[in-house]
């Protein structure tokens, strides 16, 4: 009999076992060893069988067995050194609270997706995973931040396949009752509410859940409340699911509704009001919109409330693929953001404005969350140092007038949680361990991994209608002492799943090798509207079925963070083979290195930055470096595949296999180069990696400077600002170089130029620009190499002209040989500035000064 409603009865916990509660309910649990380890004494059975989940196991450990515990005295003994480690870990200064800088009051992240644990399934991949360790590693560095997102009543989906190796999809319903979640409340004990107003005088309404994520609350909107008419309660169902109407309501929730709920959290805790708010990708970006709201009922007008909020936000651009990017109609912003809608009181025309894609090819019938996160921020960033580069040149059509180069977006390489992520067998090994150890740790975990994939192997096979009668062949999939390599990742194209398929011969021959086998674990899933990624999946899973390669080859279904844990840490090599430069960072990799497993990648992301011949293997690229590769032609692509799969037999048979098998001159030694490798990867590359770096970054180069530019626009400050640039904005146009001259005693190395420019400013302040000079090497076209470019104020000399126009004179040093150029122009300049292209005002000299006069002299 099915039931018509299920809820989930709460332990009554004897007194000496309360504070298992307390345990069970922070998700520091997730990445603290000692207390998964007490959950897992108090009932093993039902640990095992909910997956290590706490709260889980709690709800069905006997009321016996609690007894049990409760005079059990070694068990009571770990349960206190647990409660008081947890209580130290949350109240004691750390990393931040010692810091020397005035830094942000709070911080509120939010983001689409967070990936904590797998008992808490918020995310479908890198960029949920990345803002759940973001959170964990500012837990331990004491950063005050607030976690906001959605609570999916469904997560994403769970992943099976049919017999013939089609992805299926599951939404298993997630009751959070079950979960590590606790209804945030009012004093008074009602459930905070908060409301949103849609067109057609409907209303969504949505309750927040916390979660603890060591000292770092996260607050979760759920619309699956009773007082919601079904369509608005279906709001939060799904994790990247639905049409687009579905999507904007889900981003408005998350964006204005967050900030309703960030309020509400600092006002029933007395939590301090953030200071910075930081938007993972565009999805939350109505978090402006949202405090701009705020400032309008307080009577501040758009431009100067727009001052004030971009001043304390930071914006995260996770990816250069348009399909990662929300865009929507924008009549179904105005429709839903407009009089009729949320944002009564402001301008429903402004507020599109800052979504529309203003750059050539840009679509004036679209509203784009990532361009309008860029105009909402005032700093904002990518998430390698390639992707930086790439971000610059994908928007630099937002800041006209200004070389890529210059675009103000900067870069903050991504990290990963290395207590979450490293095996406990591998933490366990001392850093200066022997050879011998590492090897036969690594050969461990090896083991551990062939045991996970048979199992989930079996229960896919089972899943997928075969009988245990015909699964014998299992037993014997995967050996201990095979060089294994994983392979696993959402299924986009640009991650192309199957290029190790582009030539099945060679790939056969690399796993059915006699003396140097590899082995291959492959998972990742397909987004349900993504039919060519199913196929993809399916292309993989029929080879991996043929008997004659199936116990070297094994696709995995249901990739998650559960399974990467397993496989990161048993594999000893970790395969990436995007399309460069399309994978934005790229983190699992990272996972792997922590523990000891090398990497072999095409140079994208974050390997293009650390790749070292001691961490691993390049995959050489056919994309000749440009950023163009969502422009090939097919026929380039297929090329290009060819390429660089080629490239990847040939690395595997000629460079990794023998060094992996490489056992000295007898053949019973030890790998002694591979050894190597992996010590250099544990020990040089592992500490670049971590989370705990990036947080501080974002603390040190992006918290800290909104909270000072927060701080510097009060309300009167940034009327003051807008006001400037209104003023600035109207004078521009008329705004001109009308001369420049260059005296020049000597054009050799270490001489210099003397220039002097005569700018007529329109109705401007000398104060209101900068007259810069910009000098570096130059190409045949006479461009000047914007990234080595030096740029050089020039000082007002003298009062105006007759004509009102100004002079500004500097000296220009010849510090280079070579071809040498130089320019002028003019930019605005206010101290509140973030940088000198954030207006996307420039004044460069008439093409008819004289190009030759104009760029300047050449040296030879
Ligand atoms: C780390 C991780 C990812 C992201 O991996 P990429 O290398 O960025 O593709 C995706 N899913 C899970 C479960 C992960 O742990």
Known sequence: MKAIRRFSVRPVLPEPLRPLSDLAHNLRWSWHPETRELFRRADPDGWRACGGDPVRTLGTVSARRLEELAHDRDFLERLSAAAADLREYLTEPRWYQRAEDELPAAVAYFSPEFGITAALPQYSGGLGILAGDHLKAASDLGVPLIGVGLLYRHGYFRQSLSRDGWQQEHYPVLDP???????????????????????????????????????VPLLLLDSDVEDNAPRERDVTDRLYGGGSEHRLLQEMLLGIGGVRAVRAYC???????????????????????????????????????????????????????????????????????????????????????????????????????????????????????????????????????????????????????????????????????????????????REHLVHEVRRRLHASWRQRGASDAELGWIDGVLDPDVLTIGFARRVPSYKRLTLMLRDRERLTELLLHPTRPVQLVVAGKAHPADDGGKRLIQELVRFADDPRVRHRIV???????????????????????????????????????????????????????????DFGWAIPTADGG???????????????????????????????????????????????????????????????????????????????????????????????????????????????????????????????????????????????????????????????????????????????????????????????????????????????????????????????????????????
Not at 200 to 214: C, D, S
């Open 177 to 215: 009752n079950e979960l590590p979640l606790e209804v945030l409340r009012e004093p008074g004990g009602a459930p905070v509410r908060v409301d949103l107003r849609l067109p057609g005088a409907r209303t969504l309404r949505a309750h927040v859940w916390q979660a603890r994520v060591g000292r």
């Open 267 to 445: 006002r029933v805790t007395g939590h301090p009001e953030p200071e910075v708010f930081h938007t993972n990708e565009g999805h939350a970006g109505f978090l402006g919109l949202e405090r701009i709201r705020e400032m309008s009922g307080e009577g501040v007008p758009f431009d100067t409330a727009l001052e004030a909020v971009r001043a304390g936000t930071v914006f995260t651009t996770h990816t250069p693929v348009p399909a990662g990017i929300d865009r929507f109609d924008r009549e179904l912003v105005a429709r839903h953001l407009g009089d009729d809608g949320e944002l009564p009181g402001v301008d429903v025309e402004q507020v599109l404005r800052l979504g529309t894609e203003t750059y050539p090819g840009g679509d004036p019938g679209l509203f784009n969350m990532a361009v309008m996160g860029l105009r909402l921020a005032r700093l904002a960033n990518g998430v390698s140092t390639l992707h930086g580069a790439v971000s610059r040149e994908m928007f630099a059509g937002l800041w006209p007038g200004f070389d890529a180069a210059e675009v103000p977006i900067t870069s903050i390489t991504n990290g990963v949680h290395a207590p979450t992520w490293t095996a406990d067998e591998m933490r366990a090994l001392p850093a200066g361990a022997g050879g011998a150890e590492l090897w036969e740790t690594r050969r461990t975990l």
């Open 626 to 860: 440009g950023p163009g590769a969502a422009h090939e032609s097919a026929q380039d692509r297929q090329r290009r595949d060819d390429i660089e799969a080629a490239a990847l037999y040939e690395l595997l048979r000629e460079h990794v296999a023998p060094c992996f098998y490489d056992r000295g001159p007898g053949g019973d030694g030890l790998p002694e180069r591979w050894i190597e490798m992996v010590r250099q990867t544990r020990q040089r590359l592992g500490p670049k990696v971590l989370a705990d770096r990036m947080v501080r970054e974002y603390t040190e180069r992006l918290y800290s400077p909104a909270a000072r530019a927060h701080r510097a626009l009060d309300a009167a400050a940034a009327g003051r600002l807008a006001a400037w640039k209104a003023r600035v904005r109207a004078g521009w146009p008329r705004v001109a170089i009308d001369h420049v001259e260059s005296v020049c005693e000597s054009v050799e190395l270490g001489g210099s130029l003397s220039l002097r420019v005569r700018v007529a400013l329109g109705g401007l302040e000398p104060d209101d620009v900068e007259v810069q000079a910009v000098a570096g090497r130059v190409d045949e076209s006479d461009s000047i190499a914007g990234d080595e470019a030096v740029r050089v104020p020039l000082k007002p000399s003298g009062g105006p002209e007759e004509d009102g126009s100004r002079l500004y004179e500097g000296p220009l040093t010849l510090d280079r040989t070579g071809p040498f150029g130089y320019t002028v122009r003019v930019l605005p300049s206010h101290p509140l500035l973030a940088d000198p292209a954030e207006m996307g005002l420039v004044t460069l000299p008439p093409d008819d000064l004289g190009a030759r006069e104009a760029a300047g002299v050449l040296l030879r």
């Open 555 to 613: 696709f995995l279904p249901d990739y998650g963070m559960a399974m990467a844990q397993k496989l990161y840490t048993g594999c000893d090599v970790w395969l990436n083979n995007p399309l460069r430069p399309l994978e934005a960072c790229g983190t699992s990799g990272m996972k792997a290195a922590l523990n000891g497993c090398l990497n072999l990648s095409v140079r994208d992301g974050w390997w293009e930055e650390w790749y070292e011949p």
